[in-house]
């Protein structure tokens, strides 16, 4: 990437951002394209009287911007208003409209609770079977294991492009390819990867594929779902026929539209090599951890196969929501949750074979847009000072 954009206002005085995988501050400039249809340009785009010309025509334009970013036609770009429920329309869609009785959907065990709790979902109500799929130590499923579940009565397989905690790369072409020999649809979860690094649908091998606005500085409240023509989903909304007739109800399009922006931005920053940066950034990151808490870092996830901005550490002898707290001059996460004031493990680092100290001491570190060389230093100074000195390890 040859250069930066500006400051971002919401970050200014603030403590260094690094929850990017969390959700993104909207761009200044996704922001800027949005707003006339906020006031000016506010008619219905269904509308045949002036006032719908200018809404239809921005709503066409930002189907084919978000498109375009994945290698795909506008017309499969279905605007929803999250990604759970782009999922939902995903997996529900695909079960009730398969016509199977006893339909079968294969996931895997660190997918995103919007697809796990969907699946919980459709066995209860709709007596659906659900397999989910085990991983490996680096959070990632074994094809072979998928082609043993795989059956006649499958439907629908639902793998994640990459993961949330650790940033794992599914094997999404080889997973999608298996899936297509046994006759089933394939989905994926995108929200994370969309604009992070390069994806096309047709490469992948997906039917279905998950877009979401607030992973990529796009607002909350809009994503989209992708589905390859001629696949056949029951509306997840039904009324007026809007989106292809899969999610009814009058289209914002000024969120619509900040989607086709973000998009745009993403693909322009693809191209300049933002990945690069940003992974360079995170491994300083990780470089100057490891060298001020010598032995007690470890990475959770792969190495390799994972997305550029995101660094999952374990520091020995801690707990991760401790650390934070004793940092404040730091946003990032945890994969723990709070019950009662009791933390639990991680569902992703436990579902890898992580013995609980460690899923426990476990920080989502994640990079982004505005994340610069001295964010960098910083946050390591800081979550040094954060970690006791006198921890004994917990390996």
Known sequence: MTHLPAPHPGLADSPVYLDYNATTPVDPRVAAAMLPHLTRFFGNPSSGHPYGTRPRTALAHARAQVAALIGARPEGIVFTASGSEADLLALRGAVLA??????????????????????????????????????????????????????????????????????????????????????????????????????????????????????????????????????????????????RGLRAGTENTALAVALGAAARLAADELGEGAPARIQALRDELHARLAAALPGRVHLNGPEKLRLPNTLNISIDGTRGHEVLEAAPDVAASTGSACHSGTHTPSPVLTAMGQAPDRALGALRLTLGRWTTAQDVATAARVLERAVPADATSSR
């Open 98 to 243: 398969s016509g199977n009785r006893r339909p079968h959907l294969v996931t895997q065990a660190t997918e995103h609770p919007a697809i796990l709790a969907s699946c919980r979902a459709l066995e209860r109500l709709h007596g659906a079977r659900v397999t989910v799929l085990p991983v490996d130590g680096e959070g990632l499923v074994d094809p072979g294991a998928l082609s043993d579940a795989l059956g006649p009565d499958t439907v629908l397989v639902s793998v994640m492009a990459a993961n949330n905690e650790t940033g794992a790369l599914q094997p999404i072409p080889e997973l999608a390819a298996l899936t297509r020999v046994h006759g089933a649809l394939f989905h994926c979860d995108a929200a994370q990867a969309v604009g992070k690094i390069p994806l096309d649908v047709t490469g992948l091998g997906v039917d279905l594929l998950t877009i979401v606005g607030h992973k990529m500085y796009a607002p909350k409240g809009i994503a989209a779902l992708w589905v390859r023509d001629g696949v056949r989903l029951e509306p997840v909304v039904y009324g007026g026929g809007q989106e």
